[in-house]
């Protein structure tokens, strides 16, 4: 066809994105494009371009919100354009910030709870370099009044994320973690007097370790080191990692006494966007008391109008995930929150309970209130051979969409691996019975083309589920 008739009939199939020029093109990638694309044809190659990214809803590996009602995409999209370092120009969203922080220090039982500090932070991470860093300066300025030297500070810890790793090397902290052991899943009090001296900036307990989902034994460790502190008088204090646990105990365990309830406690964060169920990008630290927050991290600018204190790692910000937390707030309160989570675990539990009919399993974690947040997690019985491994059906899951973590117990213990399922906010019992009957599926086509055994060269090529009964097939 001639050139300029296909010029022609592409004019006229303008409103078609798929007949325009842009759309027969290769995109950009390493340099920038030369001309303007029309804004829908563009936004369309670029969502297009996202197919490959899985479904967040089926991500069940992940801590962090993937469902949000529609009222938080009308709040996000409404505040777009603030941000939230500018607390002169947008003082309501600052106001909003500041009812949050204080709803959280009621939440986790500070005395001073409308009196005392916090910050919203782009999440867990930033907030615990945070709580670290006022650790470290309260530390540094006790030794200098005990005439010490201060050039050695350590960190006492059980199985951490990794925000705790960076921490420790950006800021110059001898990380002194608590290994996993078999039988040995977390932080014990004993561990830790073995580990605390005078140069312990804190000592920092995980509500939902990572690895595991379980709480670490705050009261306990608390406990030891008040009677540390009556024999020897070295006082040390406590921040919690509550990343998760910050937004379910709370809500789901309120006797459980992990919070500012303990004195040693004295700073907490926990993230927005995990069980707080706001959008990405939203985290939070509180401390105990005011005092708690040396006043030399605090730097005032006043640059963007009036003389405003700033202490984070960041400068600009999305002020939406702020404002989208204290709308969950009042939207949900108390009772929200317990009823999202009381489904959150029952489902759990659910899953825990008819996975192990499934396979030669047995459960790590059975997503049990009172010891952890609302996942579990399972591995092979120990001496079952079912010719398949736990990444092989991770692996086989994904065929359905499903994404779950399979991983060892890295970096102590190598020989176990677990799968591990988060059930967060927006997943059903339904889908919950979807997952299973993947599951179930994925094991049968396991036992059928067992992992590792190269298929036969007339089968290289075809696609391998034919062995399975016709109505297995997926779907
Ligand atoms: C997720 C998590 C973090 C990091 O939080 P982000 O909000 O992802 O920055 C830190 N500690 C624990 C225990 C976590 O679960």
């Given amino acids: 066809m001639a050139l300029h008739r296909r010029h022609d009939i592409r004019a006229t199939m303008d409103a078609d994105i798929y007949a325009t020029a842009a759309a027969d093109l290769s995109v950009p990638k390493y340099r920038l494009g030369e001309n303007a694309l029309r804004a829908d044809v563009a936004e369309a190659l670029v969502r297009d371009e996202l197919f490959r990214d899985g479904n967040a809803r089926q991500n069940l590996a992940t801590f962090c919100q993937t469902w949000v009602d529609p009222e938080i995409h009308q709040l996000m999209d409404l505040s777009i354009d603030k941000n939230m370092i500018d607390k002169d ?39 615990c370099m945070l709580g670290g860093l006022a650790l470290k300066w309260q530390w540094r300025e006790r030794m200098r009044a005990a005439g010490k030297p201060t050039d050695k500070p350590n960190l006492v810890t059980g199985p951490v994320q990794v925000c705790w790793h960076k921490f420790a090397r950006y800021f110059d902290v001898e990380l002194r973690e608590i290994p996993l052991a078999p039988g040995r899943l977390g932080m014990t009090a004993e561990e830790v007097l073995k580990r605390v001296d005078t140069n312990t900036i804190g000592v920092m307990p995980t509500m939902g370790v990572t690895f595991t989902c379980q709480y670490e034994p705050v009261a306990e460790v608390a406990a030891a080191l008040d009677r540390l502190q009556g024999e020897t008088g070295l006082d040390i204090p406590m ?18 006494r992990w919070d500012f309830r303990i004195p040693r406690v004295r ?89 192990c009919k499934l396979g ?54 190598t020989d176990v691996v677990v799968i591990r399922v988060l059930i967060r906010h927006g997943f059903s019992r339904d889908m919950a019975d979807m997952l299973l009957e993947d599951t179930k599926r994925s094991i049968a086509h396991l036992r059928t ?27």
Avoid at 239 to 255: K, L, N, Q, R, Y
Avoid at 368 to 395: C, H, N, Q, T, V
């Fill in 239 to 256: 921040h919690v990692d509550a990343a998760s646990g910050g937004f379910t105990a709370p809500f789901i365990e309120p006797g459980l």
């Fill in 360 to 413: 030669p399993f047995e459960l790590a974690f059975d997503g049990d209130s009172r010891k952890g947040i609302p996942a579990i997690s399972w591995m092979i019985k120990s001496g079952a051979e079912p010719g398949y491994s736990l990444f092989d059906l991770s692996d086989r899951l994904r065929v359905y969409g499903w994404q779950v973590a399979a991983y060892t117990m890295l970096p102590d213990i």
């Fill in 449 to 475: 083309h067992k992992p590792g055994v190269p298929l036969a060269a007339d089968e290289g090529t075809t696609f391998t589920h034919h062995a399975l009964p016709k109505e297995k097939l997926p779907v």
């Fill in 89 to 127: 120009e947008y003082p309501a969203t600052a106001e909003l910030e500041s009812r949050c922080v204080h709803i959280l220090a009621d939440l986790w039982h500070s005395p001073k709870a409308a009196d005392t500090l916090g910050c919203s932070t782009t999440g867990s991470s930033e907030a």
């Fill in 267 to 355: 700073s907490i964060n926990a993230s927005g966007h995990k069980f707080g169920l706001a959008p990405l990008g939203v985290g939070w630290v509180v401390w105990q008391d005011r005092a708690d927050l040396p006043e030399d991290l605090i730097f005032y600018v006043n640059y963007l109008g009036g003389n405003m204190p700033t202490f984070a790692l960041n400068f600009s910000r999305p002020g939406g995930q702020i404002i989208a937390q204290y709308y969950l707030f009042m939207r949900l309160g108390r009772e929200g929150y317990r009823q999202i989570l009381r489904n959150s675990y029952e489902t759990a539990q659910y899953i825990g309970r008819e996975i």
